[in-house]
């Protein structure tokens, strides 16, 4: 009984920070830079944090099914000169998402744009960059 | 007649104390933004793609090409790029090998480590200068990387050579408007450019000045005997920012991204 307790604190205690979960910073050279394709679905989870972002997007599967992706985005700082913020995308919203898929064959991609469901475009740079 | 004879001494006395005010050392305390961070070949505007497109009304943009420039190496080495040493151009191209295979495993900056000198003067995310008459600081968004030059007169010691750094120890001092920089004592696991290797024998000298109002120039000169086989030369450039939001500088925690530190 007690260690099912003690297990159960540790457990817990293993879980990160805020049930956000961690994921590997990348080095562009981790995806195919110069390929970009296009994925349609919905977001689950927006992490704005350093080095890099996150976007979690449940995509369309094309067979009436998702598959969750995570996409990888640039620093907070270099988005919000691109005209992104900590509050611009929520979970349940409508995105496009175009990426560079990653040449491990696992469902991460590198952002190159989002559109979000009302057409505007989320740039990975800032004008003029 | 009285007063001008009065007056006119001192309005000379006033500009001639002004001509030599502007003798003194320019000013480069700022924030500034690089032109063509990632240098002409893939640089500028668009260098993305994934950046704004040129605006055409009532249509919407072409979607993007390619999400970053192309820096694994598969395209060989450029005409412009430092030409190193069989040794060392051995070690880039195994390099090359891994990061095509997709591997970040060299990628300082993956690691959250400083990017160093010279490489951190790319200042791709911008760049706050601070300045005294003793020391000028260069700090870099990216990394929340620093530097300080030291002007007041001081060497390395034999301490600080036996103590190499990212950043590596840097002594100026002016050329009239211009500030003549001199590095030494840099860690051997940095990149002069992209990836390109050096050894611990690899030295910098500078020279930064304003080529017009708010547009400074670094004309970098990279010196290793063991590593090149002849002193690299590259030129970058800033813009100085005036009004916020584009004057201030953003905080890159990077270990925020490392699991441990979660």
Not at chain 2, 68 to 79: E, H, K, N, W, Y
Request: charged content about 20%; glycine content about 8%.
């Amino acid at each position: 009984m007690r260690t099912r307790i003690i297990l159960s604190i540790a457990l817990l205690a293993a879980l990160p920070f805020g049930g956000t979960r961690a994921y590997a910073h990348h080095s562009n050279v981790a995806f195919a830079v110069e390929t970009v394709l296009t994925a349609t679905g919905t977001v689950k989870e927006w992490q704005w944090s350093n080095p890099h972002t996150w976007l979690i997007v449940d995509v369309d599967d094309g067979k009436g099914g998702k598959v969750e992706w995570a996409m990888e985005g640039r620093a907070p700082g270099v988005l919000l000169r691109a005209g992104w913020s900590r509050s611009v995308l929520k979970p349940g919203d409508k995105v496009t998402v175009h990426y560079s898929p990653s040449k491990d064959g696992s469902k991460v991609g590198m952002i190159a744009r989002v559109t979000m469901a009302d057409g505007k475009i989320l740039p990975n740079a800032p004008p003029g960059d | 007649m009285r007063t001008s004879r009065i007056v006119v001494p001192i309005l000379t006395v006033i500009a001639l104390s002004s001509s030599v005010q502007t003798q003194s050392p320019p000013d480069f305390a700022g924030v500034y933004r690089p032109i063509n961070a990632f240098g002409p070949a893939g640089g500028g505007r668009g260098a993305r793609a994934g950046g704004p497109p040129a605006p055409a009304p009532g249509q919407p943009p072409p979607p993007p090409t390619r999400t970053a420039p192309l820096s694994d190496g598969s395209q060989g080495r450029a005409p412009t790029a430092p030409q190193l040493t069989p040794e060392y151009l051995a070690k880039w191209q195994a390099m090359s090998k891994a990061r095509i295979a997709g591997s970040s495993e060299n990628d300082n900056t993956a690691k959250c480590l400083p990017p160093g000198m010279p490489a951190m003067m790319n200042m791709a995310y911008g760049m706050e200068v601070m300045q005294t008459k003793d020391k000028i600081t260069f700090f870099s968004e990216l990394n929340d990387a620093l530097r300080r030059v030291y002007l007041d007169g001081r060497k390395p010691t034999p301490a600080i050579l036996d103590d190499p750094t990212y950043a590596g120890y840097s002594t100026g001092h002016w050329e009239g408007d211009t500030l003549v920089v001199d590095t030494v004592s840099l860690r051997d696991n940095t990149y002069i450019e992209g990836f390109t290797p050096h050894s611990d024998q690899m030295t910098i000298r500078e020279r930064i000045r304003f080529v017009s109002p708010g547009i400074l120039e670094d004309r970098i000169t990279v010196t290793d005997p063991k590593a090149l086989l002849k002193p690299w030369e590259t030129v970058k450039t800033y813009r100085k920012m005036t009004s916020p939001p584009e004057d201030q500088l953003r905080e890159f925690a990077c270990a925020e991204g490392i699991e441990h530190a979660r």
